[in-house]
């Protein structure tokens, strides 16, 4: 091995996580994503990905970390290394594996609209001239911008998703866009949702909604992946996926 591929090779190895030695998972997350990732109000982080994470860290028998991070700027983070992993409710679509790798499914939620009770609102062409929120960088506002604003809809992206509910509460907007557990249980189950229901076909579409929710990791740490993948498998054959799951759901968000 000549110097300039042995200093490569020590240089990648430098530059990614050393599973062998691990003692500590860094998860990046942006916290606004209820029943999945929120804050109490005690400012302590909850969530049915918070339990799946620290199990996950049980299994490996390391700590784990948690990072809060904006979820538009949640993958550069990731790539400058200021945490390991994201765990934070991230759907696998074909344009973020171009830039970063995932762990097996951690569960697959569909997407769907959000308006008040009875909106009209059901069909591309009645959203023509309406106000749609999403959260910035999510898949929801990728598949909203692809089918929905070249037809005249108007596409509101905000920094995370409690502004969304904000300014649909407050009629600033015609609807939302999102995680259809998410919206249920941090919405439409609490007081404040009562004159709101969803509106509309379950939303399927590969290209921009993806396969289902994951762990993002850097290409680059394989090894990380591998062992995250395996305590997957572990939780889910052991009961302790389960277990989490009747916490937060009374379905299986695995399929």
């Not at 762990?215 to 498998?233: M, V």
Request: hydrophobic residues 40%; glycine residues 8%; charged residues 25%.
């Amino acid at each position: 091995m000549n110097k300039l591929v042995l200093a490569v090779t020590l240089g990648l190895a430098l530059g990614s996580v050393n599973a062998k030695e691990l003692t500590v998972i860094r998860f990046g997350l942006d916290p606004s994503y209820a029943p999945f990732e929120s804050k109490s109000p005690d400012g302590k982080l909850v969530g049915f990905d918070i339990d799946i994470g620290n199990a996950i860290c049980d299994k490996l028998k390391v700590r784990c970390e948690w990072v809060e991070n904006a979820w538009d700027g949640i993958i550069p983070a990731l790539k400058a290394k200021k945490f390991d992993a994201i765990l934070s409710s991230m759907s696998v679509t074909e344009k973020r594996q171009q830039q970063i790798a995932f762990s097996d499914k951690v569960y697959h939620t569909p997407s769907r609209l959000v308006a008040r009770k009875n909106a009209p609102l059901t069909s591309v062409e009645s959203l023509k001239g309406k106000r749609i929120g999403v959260e910035q960088g999510s898949t929801q506002e990728a598949y909203a911008k692809q089918y929905w604003e070249p037809n005249g809809v108007t596409v509101v992206s905000y920094q995370n998703q409690d502004l969304v509910y904000q300014d649909l509460l407050s009629g600033r907007l015609d609807a939302a866009l999102q995680d259809s557990v998410q919206a249920d249980m941090s919405l439409l189950k609490t007081p404040r949702g009562r004159d709101y229901a969803f509106i509309g076909p379950v939303l399927h579409d590969a290209k921009t909604l993806g396969v289902g929710a994951a762990i993002g990791l850097r290409k680059e740490d394989q090894e990380l992946r591998q062992r995250i993948n395996q305590a997957i498998t572990d939780i889910r054959q052991d009961g302790t996926y389960q277990k989490i799951q009747r916490k937060y759901f009374s379905f299986d968000v695995y399929n």
